[in-house]
């Protein structure tokens, strides 16, 4: 490392061994200091037509400042006190230690790997693209969590929305202002904000946001925590979460529980995805969080036909619920810019008390929503002794006398031509016939012999159109 008088230059040339790695290069921030400028490059960009993938990360002497996590072979990053590069946070540039760190997801083999990183810390701040006392206030807001208001409007009610998106704060091709329109040009009523490894997002979110909390759609906190072997979601997620685990160590299990404790909902995203080397650690491999203390998995991301393996998502987690696990399935679109036609897509579609963080997050932990592109399904259920006033929906267990017979009834809207029913019962098709635009099935299980049920619509294809969460028999 060669210092100068106000910044480091580092040359280094990776192998193999690097693959998978996070390197550390500390360096000192003076007092004074009210510009930082990171420069990463590295070469080849590309080996055999595929991407290597090096994401500059920095810290200050406290907590994460961000992560460029997005393609490219040139990062350059800029932090100052009222205005940083997406995907990092401005504020002070406290004196003191600082750490570049080079989050290695993708080293091709066939090359070597060679990189360049600059660091200059200058005194002197240039005119910024946002006052400070605005950028300290969106702060504040994010930081309080008064970006996702708790007080918007909404009562009891199905919303629809996406748990999984992107903007340019990592390596979406689209701002936030663009995410919030493509969300309400496609009807939704929430969307949440899951950024590879950066909350900074939400801070122009909160400050988008400020003086219109009752406005949709309405846009919510979260992350996608990014691992170079697997990718979960913490929805509800305020701050950056440290993702540096590996599997075999504990730390999976333990981020788990430190989400859940603190509200978050933790969602293992497209489980057999596609992996490296074409997404990278995209496919999960925490064999102790399969599901472990996971409650939710996202069964269903991006087109249904596409690279992100939903037959064997939907597999996985039919398997688990004959374990006799009770894990919620998820979709959502994994959105980097506009949604187009949105054909395969599917949104979630959630039961919940009102238009509100904390109410669609409860929701969502019972169960209490179902997947769809366009159709709508109310699957519903009550004991033949407790009678038609006291149903249940999909999510709940129905509590049952020895023998009890429970009644089922389906109802389903907007199918399209040549759609077909499939009644799941510990997942082997029970009944399977013809949907028709408009229509209704019922029938019955029996305590003590069926343990879960729930419905699927699917086009004349195969492809998946819409697919309730289960309903228990106890």
Request: aromatic share 8%; hydrophobic share 40%.
């Amino acid at each position: 490392m060669n210092t100068g008088a106000s910044g480091y230059h580092i040359e280094r040339t990776l192998g193999a061994a690097d693959n998978k790695h996070v390197l550390r290069f500390p360096f000192d921030v003076p007092p004074g200091c009210g510009r930082l400028e990171i420069t990463l490059r590295y070469a080849p960009e590309r080996v055999d037509g595929l991407d290597n993938l090096l994401a500059p990360a920095l810290f200050d002497p406290v907590r994460c400042r961000g992560t460029a996590h997005r393609g490219g072979a040139t990062k350059r990053v800029i932090v100052e006190e009222g205005w940083a590069t997406p995907g990092f946070l401005a504020g002070p540039l406290q004196p003191g230690e600082w750490t570049v760190e080079i989050e290695v997801h993708a080293l091709l083999p066939g090359e070597p790997c060679r990189l360049s990183l600059d660091i200059l810390a200058a005194p002197v701040v240039p005119p910024v693209l946002a006052s400070p006392p605005a950028l300290a206030a969106a702060l504040a807001v994010a930081a309080t969590a008064a970006a996702t208001p708790d007080d918007a409007a909404g009562a009891p009610a199905w919303y629809r929305g996406d748990l999984h998106t992107h903007s340019v704060h990592s390596d979406g091709d689209i701002d936030v202002a663009g995410r919030i329109w493509a969300a309400s040009e496609q009807g939704l009523d929430f969307f949440f904000l899951t950024d590879h490894n950066t909350v900074s997002g939400l801070v122009e979110m909160a400050a988008l946001a400020a003086g219109r909390p009752a406005a949709r759609p309405l846009g919510l906190g979260g992350l996608e925590l990014t691992t170079f072997y697997g990718h979960a979601l913490c929805l509800g997620a305020r701050d950056w979460t440290d993702w540096r685990v590996r599997p075999g160590d504990g730390g999976m299990p333990a981020i788990v529980r430190a989400a859940e404790g603190e509200g978050q909902l933790f969602v293992i995203a497209h489980p057999f995805s596609v992996d490296d080397p074409y997404c990278t650690g995209c496919a999960w491999h925490f064999d102790e969080v399969l599901p472990g203390p996971a409650r939710a998995v996202e069964v269903w991301n991006g087109p249904w036909a596409g690279d992100s393996g939903n037959e064997a998502n939907l597999a996985l987690w039919y398997a688990w619920l004959n374990r006799g696990e009770h894990v919620i399935a998820t979709a959502a679109t994994d959105a980097h810019g506009r949604y187009g036609d949105a054909q395969g897509l599917a949104f979630s579609v959630v039961y919940a008390a009102g238009l509100k963080e904390g109410a669609l997050l409860d929701a969502i932990r019972r169960g209490h929503l179902y997947l769809s592109g366009g159709q709508r399904l109310a699957l519903r259920a009550h004991g033949e002794q407790a009678g038609p006033d006291r149903q249940a929906m999909m999510g709940d267990t129905l509590a049952l006398a020895p023998e009890e017979p429970a009644e089922f009834s389906c109802r389903w809207e907007n199918c399209p031509a040549g759609a077909r029913l499939r009644v799941i019962v510990d997942g082997q098709p029970r009944f399977t016939g013809p949907a028709g635009e408009t229509g209704q099935h019922d029938w019955r299980l029996q305590a003590g012999q069926d343990h879960w049920c729930l419905v699927e619509v699917r086009d004349p294809a195969g492809d998946m159109l819409a697919l309730t969460n289960p309903m228990y028999v106890d």
